[in-house]
């Protein structure tokens, strides 16, 4: 599919100048903690430009997030009668470690030629965030790679960067906290009842067993 697009590209591809295309990726929030849910929305504007194939690889330290899944809407030509094919290696993310981060959008048009497309981009991105750090995101612009960003005239777009922090302690374990220094101090206070009777019992008992031993004292005497 890759060297198809490649070969297709390098023989017919064309792209009008008179718009500027954009490309933004955008995170549902900024600050996240570990374990959370990160939902990268990445959106398209071809701005009227006509092209054959789209391609996006996005960057990422993938020890501070894991991948969890990429979907992408497909692009479609002349009115809605012709739709994009759009590649497999998105349904996936089996980079090595040395080319970290995962693929954003893969589509071609077939056949021949190039064509404005009726819609905009749009592909989503869930990842899991695993460690604290700021994770920055950017796009793939090195050819040898291979993944080289293509969106019409774009081949280099802003990326976007989030915070991780350690988790929050999540009300059950505030409740379970609570409960613990609650039972710790009724245990301290019923030890120290049970040590104060004991004491008041045994002054007692010794005050009574010495009136006992005087009276008899006077008894003998």
Same mark, same amino acid.
């Given at each position: 599919?890759?060297?198809?697009?490649?070969?297709? %590209?390098?023989?017919?591809?064309?792209?009008?100048?008179?718009?500027?295309?954009?490309?933004?990726?955008?995170?549902?929030? %900024?600050?996240?903690?570990?374990?959370?849910?990160?939902?990268?929305?990445?959106? #398209?504007?071809?701005? #009227?430009?006509?092209?054959?194939?789209?391609?996006? @690889?996005?960057?990422?330290?993938? +020890?501070?997030?894991?991948?969890?899944?990429?979907?992408?809407?497909?692009?479609?030509?002349? #009115? #809605?009668?012709?739709?994009?094919?759009?590649?497999?290696?998105? !349904?996936?993310?089996? /980079?090595?470690?040395?080319?970290?981060?995962?693929? /954003?959008?893969?589509?071609?048009? @077939?056949?021949?030629? $190039?064509?404005?497309?009726?819609?905009?981009?749009?592909?989503?991105?869930?990842?899991?965030?695993?460690?604290?750090?700021?994770?920055?995101? +950017?796009?793939?612009?090195?050819?040898?790679?291979? %993944? *080289?960003?293509?969106? @019409?005239?774009?081949?280099? /777009?802003?990326?976007?960067?989030?915070?991780?922090?350690?988790?929050?302690?999540?009300?059950? *374990?505030?409740? $379970?906290? !609570?409960?613990?220094?609650?039972?710790?101090?009724?245990?301290?206070?019923?030890?120290?009842?049970?040590?104060?009777?004991?004491?008041?019992?045994?002054?007692?008992?010794?005050? @009574?067993?010495?009136?006992?031993?005087?009276?008899?004292?006077?008894?003998? +005497?």
């Amino acid at each position: 599919m890759r060297h198809l697009r490649i070969a297709l %590209w390098a023989l017919f591809a064309w792209s009008s100048g008179a718009h500027a295309a954009t490309l933004t990726i955008t995170p549902d929030k %900024w600050i996240y903690h570990s374990g959370e849910t990160i939902t990268l929305s990445i959106v #398209g504007d071809s701005q #009227g430009e006509a092209d054959l194939g789209v391609v996006g @690889f996005l960057l990422f330290d993938r +020890s501070l997030a894991s991948w969890q899944s990429t979907t992408q809407k497909a692009l479609t030509s002349y #009115g #809605g009668t012709v739709t994009w094919y759009k590649g497999g290696s998105v !349904g996936r993310c089996d /980079a090595p470690n040395a080319h970290p981060g995962c693929p /954003a959008f893969d589509q071609i048009l @077939f056949p021949p030629p $190039a064509a404005p497309v009726d819609n905009l981009l749009e592909s989503t991105m869930l990842l899991t965030a695993i460690a604290p750090g700021v994770l920055n995101f +950017s796009w793939e612009i090195d050819p040898n790679t291979g %993944w *080289d960003l293509h969106f @019409f005239s774009l081949t280099d /777009a802003p990326g976007a960067s989030i915070t991780i922090l350690t988790p929050e302690p999540s009300s059950a *374990d505030l409740l $379970a906290l !609570g409960l613990l220094a609650i039972a710790a101090r009724r245990t301290r206070r019923t030890e120290a009842r049970t040590h104060g009777g004991l004491s008041l019992v045994l002054a007692t008992l010794i005050t @009574f067993a010495g009136s006992r031993r005087s009276r008899a004292q006077r008894f003998s +005497s």
